[in-house]
């Protein structure tokens, strides 16, 4: 697994070598409240500590997410955003970016008609499915994340966006650019307030355009910490005049009760004891301070990593292959002909079923209930039990399953439809900036 596509149709296959190969950690504990969480859906995370800590203070954090206003917004991109529903509910800031820009560029969508998908086929729904008023914002009017995204360019080689996303010479600058754009976007909510957790959820196959914002982050900072052998050594990047920086790092020393053990400003370092203090919390200090010097100083974003929604004919769900994705804004009668088509994980024939059973975990219709249907344990359990044990058959479990979208897409419209008059109380702030 050399690369992640996150452009492409094609499902995860190995979640465990995908953790091991790109350093994703298990989630430290189930969060209460949050169905994906609760399920295991949630495949991995990166320091979501940072993220913890701060919704268990009632610290400032944010969440941000995008959209590529191309299409219908699938159960795929629901599930991100019912993930920034909870967060918002746990008090964080909400960010959400269309890559208006990026959709005229690669699929020549006007920014007129990127508006209006955005609007009619994105908005509506979040509001709809519960989010409150937050920073819903597009790329092509927001100039601070256009020159931040030129700013971090700088950071980052054409041999690193070969290696992290398997560009080959014939790729357009184009894309080339557009992660940087997406890294701006994450980067926003810290550079224009300023530094403070801030957790993206993706699916799988978006990490890479975490790890690229990680490693830029890091870069921008002057100030650099590790911890080693029992103790703290802070560093100094770049080469000019260390003075001002060194007296950002001893007032971080004296804040946390540290004691200063050698001083080498030759090599630009100062060591330090350890004490027990948080590492994350030294950067995050470290970052606001340098503020003051470095117009970027940042902490490196969080993220939670969601294992990816199959498609009813397999592979990922994707807005690229519409036969085999439930959009939130398709007719409830073509959903209910796509579930009973859908692929699933049951025997050849009704006796084979009813005598061996069938496997849920392969089955795309299974995944509906996992995903969004099955409110409860209760019925979750239900539905993976009876089709184990053969008393459930593919064709009642289809239909079922069919009736309960329906019913779920019927609503959602009426909810919709009555929440049309709200959309100015999200756009008050197009610009991005707070």
């Given at each position: 697994?050399?690369?992640?596509?996150?452009?492409?149709?094609?499902?995860?296959?190995?979640?465990?070598?995908?953790?091991?190969?790109?350093?994703?950690?298990?989630?430290?504990?189930?969060?209460?409240?949050?169905?994906?969480?609760?399920?295991?859906?949630?495949?991995?995370?990166?320091?979501?500590?940072?993220?913890?800590?701060?919704?268990?203070?009632?610290?400032?954090?944010?969440?941000?997410?995008?959209?590529?206003?191309?299409?219908?917004?699938?159960?795929?991109?629901?599930?991100?955003?019912?993930?920034?529903?909870?967060?918002?509910?746990?008090?964080?800031?909400?960010?959400?970016?269309?890559?208006?820009?990026?959709?005229?560029?690669?699929?020549?969508?006007?920014?007129?008609?990127?508006?209006?998908?955005?609007?009619?086929?994105?908005?509506?729904?979040?509001?709809?499915?519960?989010?409150?008023?937050?920073?819903?914002?597009?790329?092509?009017?927001?100039?601070?994340?256009?020159?931040?995204?030129?700013?971090?360019?700088?950071?980052?080689?054409?041999?690193?966006?070969?290696?992290?996303?398997?560009?080959?010479?014939?790729?357009?600058?184009l894309e080339l650019n557009s992660p940087l754009v997406q890294v701006a976007d994450i980067l926003s909510p810290q550079?224009?307030?300023?530094?403070?957790?801030?957790?993206?959820?993706?699916?799988?196959?978006?990490?890479?355009?975490?790890?690229?914002?990680?490693?830029?982050?890091?870069?921008?900072?002057?100030?650099?910490?590790?911890?080693?052998?029992?103790?703290?050594?802070?560093?100094?990047?770049?080469?000019?005049?260390?003075?001002?920086?060194?007296?950002?790092?001893?007032?971080?020393?004296?804040?946390?009760?540290?004691?200063?053990?050698?001083?080498?400003?030759?090599?630009?370092?100062?060591?330090?004891?350890?004490?027990?203090?948080?590492?994350?919390?030294?950067?995050?200090?470290?970052?606001?301070?340098?503020?003051?010097?470095?117009?970027?100083?940042?902490?490196?974003?969080?993220?939670?990593?969601?294992?990816?929604?199959?498609?009813?004919?397999?592979?990922?769900?994707?807005?690229?292959?519409?036969?085999?994705?439930?959009?939130?804004?398709?007719?409830?009668?073509?959903?209910?002909?796509?579930?009973?088509?859908?692929?699933?994980?049951?025997?050849?024939?009704?006796?084979?079923?009813?005598?061996?059973?069938?496997?849920?975990?392969?089955?795309?219709?299974?995944?509906?209930?996992?995903?969004?249907?099955?409110?409860?344990?209760?019925?979750?359990?239900?539905?993976?039990?009876?089709?184990?044990?053969?008393?459930?058959?593919?064709?009642?479990?289809?239909?079922?399953?069919?009736?309960?979208?329906?019913?779920?897409?019927?609503?959602?419209?009426?909810?919709?439809?009555?929440?049309?008059?709200?959309?100015?109380?999200?756009?008050?702030?197009?610009?991005?900036?707070?």
């Amino acid at each position: 697994m050399d690369s992640l596509n996150p452009w492409g149709s094609s499902q995860v296959k190995d979640y465990e070598r995908m953790r091991r190969e790109f350093g994703i950690d298990p989630m430290p504990r189930v969060l209460e409240g949050n169905l994906m969480s609760e399920r295991s859906l949630i495949m991995g995370q990166r320091d979501f500590n940072r993220v913890e800590i701060a919704m268990e203070n009632g610290e400032k954090f944010a969440a941000m997410t995008g959209l590529m206003p191309s299409g219908q917004m699938h159960l795929g991109s629901k599930a991100v955003i019912d993930q920034m529903i909870y967060f918002q509910s746990r008090g964080a800031q909400i960010h959400i970016a269309v890559a208006d820009l990026e959709s005229l560029a690669t699929r020549e969508i006007s920014l007129e008609k990127g508006r209006e998908i955005a609007l009619e086929n994105f908005l509506l729904n979040y509001i709809a499915m519960g989010l409150k008023p937050c920073n819903f914002y597009f790329q092509s009017s927001n100039t601070y994340v256009q020159k931040l995204a030129f700013v971090v360019s700088r950071e980052v080689t054409l041999s690193e966006m070969k290696g992290i996303y398997g560009f080959v010479d014939s790729k357009r600058m184009l894309e080339l650019n557009s992660p940087l754009v997406q890294v701006a976007d994450i980067l926003s909510p810290q550079i224009y307030d300023e530094p403070m957790p801030t957790i993206v959820p993706v699916g799988a196959d978006q990490d890479p355009h975490i790890r690229l914002t990680r490693d830029i982050s890091g870069r921008m900072n002057m100030i650099k910490v590790t911890r080693k052998d029992g103790k703290f050594q802070f560093s100094i990047g770049g080469q000019g005049d260390v003075k001002e920086y060194v007296k950002i790092i001893k007032k971080i020393v004296k804040t946390h009760g540290l004691r200063i053990l050698k001083e080498n400003l030759a090599y630009r370092t100062i060591d330090t004891t350890e004490e027990g203090v948080n590492l994350d919390a030294i950067e995050l200090h470290l970052a606001r301070d340098e503020r003051v010097l470095n117009n970027y100083s940042t902490i490196p974003p969080s993220s939670i990593i969601l294992r990816l929604e199959t498609g009813l004919h397999g592979g990922k769900m994707s807005k690229s292959v519409p036969e085999s994705t439930v959009s939130l804004n398709d007719n409830p009668v073509d959903v209910s002909k796509k579930i009973k088509k859908a692929l699933t994980g049951g025997r050849e024939s009704v006796e084979e079923q009813k005598k061996l059973g069938g496997n849920p975990y392969i089955c795309p219709v299974f995944e509906l209930y996992l995903y969004h249907l099955s409110r409860t344990d209760k019925h979750i359990r239900e539905v993976e039990e009876t089709c184990k044990s053969g008393a459930r058959l593919c064709g009642n479990c289809k239909s079922e399953a069919a009736e309960l979208m329906s019913t779920y897409l019927v609503e959602l419209k009426e909810k919709r439809e009555s929440s049309r008059h709200l959309i100015p109380e999200y756009l008050g702030n197009e610009n991005g900036m707070h």
